[in-house]
């Protein structure tokens, strides 16, 4: 039902909706990739930086183990300086140091069993933990913790395997180091197993402030978005409102002249037609009234000149009566036809010109044929009849679209001189071979398969506006038809 509707709609009004249509859809699709690529390049950075912050805090470990804690043992043999000779507590402060500068970071060495009780492992954590316990290959693990001071993205590094130089320290508590056993007591951090796994170092990256801004850049492409598409649906909306109303008064103009091509071929029809009928006509008029005169004048004589019986006297003077009102009436039927005349008023050929040049004026580029105008500056006003008009001008273009090939002119030009307008149409066509130039007027003559009843109704036509026609031909130049009216009838025409 929706489509249907939908269909209904005016073109415009459709285009209109489909775009809103498109800006619904491709608004949350577009702010989603968006969103996803800002949170992606976030993600990328807290890793960056995370990782930085772990292979910084590992290094000092190392750090500590094989430089530091040598030097120490060799300097005092037997005694454990924990400021000095503990990864984790070295570890440890320096990651402090670096968290006064940036706070919203977090360094965590978190453990099982720690030595330290701020290094005891959580839930979370001890999950982690957990999983490189169970998964000997897994040396580190990323994802999200979400807290009461905001989104972490976190990255967890396997601890060290204890070995045996660590169980000196990690071991039975009873052999541990003392400074160890009065600093943190004989519980936390001892009993371990060579391989054991029982930490982990994380960064905690602070991701919830990118992703804020990620939010923030997404509700400001939205913005710029929406701004944009309205801009760009302005537009488009006042360029194809203009668009479409050409196409609303092109189509009427074609429809107007579709009708006007209508009118003029049933003109054309009709006026064949009658002119043919009408000449038709005359020539049989013509033919009976020379038996009807013949038979008349045979009566006539015979009632003068031979005593004729009195009942056959009566049936010649029947036939001298019927012969003679037969004559009558040949002769009002040619009086008639010769006096008929169609309605004339004063009329602009320019316009008439136009209008029925614009009839074929696509037909002819279509065939890739160059039309040429040029109209008198002034009105051409005479008697004229404009559809008669119309079905000879249209009858002379035809011609010369069918004779012209494509790449060639048709030409059309009016003018005025004295009491005469002009009008002529020439075209580069094939031309009329000279032997039937004196033919080409004549009923039914033609050069085609059709019958050739065009150039005699010109012809007619422009004879009934009391004018003239000729014609100018050279075989492959082109044709020039000429056309002369004159601009008053005067009472001898």
Known sequence: MAIIRLKNLAPRKRFSLMLIIIYIISLPIISTVTYLILKQNAIRDAYNAGKLHLSAMEATKHYVADKLRPILQREMPGRFIVEGMSRSYVAGNIAERVHQELPQYKYKNASLNPRNPKNKADEFEAGIINKFRENKELKEWRGFRSGPDGEYYVIARVGAPFSADCLRCHGDPAVAPEELIKRYGPTGGFNMMAGDIVDAILAYIPIHVPLDSAKRVVAIFIGIYTIFFSVIFLVIDVRFRWFYEK???????????????????????????????????LRVADRVRN????????????LEKEKVPEPYRGKLEDILTKSQELEKIVRDFESLMKSKRFMFKRDDLNEIVLATASLMEQEIKDKGIKLSIHLSDTPLLFNANKQLLKVAINHLLRNALESTPSGGKISISTSIKEDNIFLTISDTGIGIPPEDMHRIFEPFFTTKERIGMGLPLVKQIVEDHLGHISVDS???MGTTFHLIFPVRWTEQE
Do not use: F, Y
């Open 247 to 281: 196409i609303d008064s092109d189509k009427k103009k074609i429809e107007e002249i579709n009708t006007e091509i209508l009118n003029l071929n049933q003109d054309i029809e009709s006026i064949a037609a009658e002119r043919t009928m009408s000449e038709m006509a």
């Open 291 to 302: 038996p009807a005169t013949v038979i008349g004048g045979l009566c006539h004589r015979l």
């Open 474 to 476: 050279i075989p492959k």
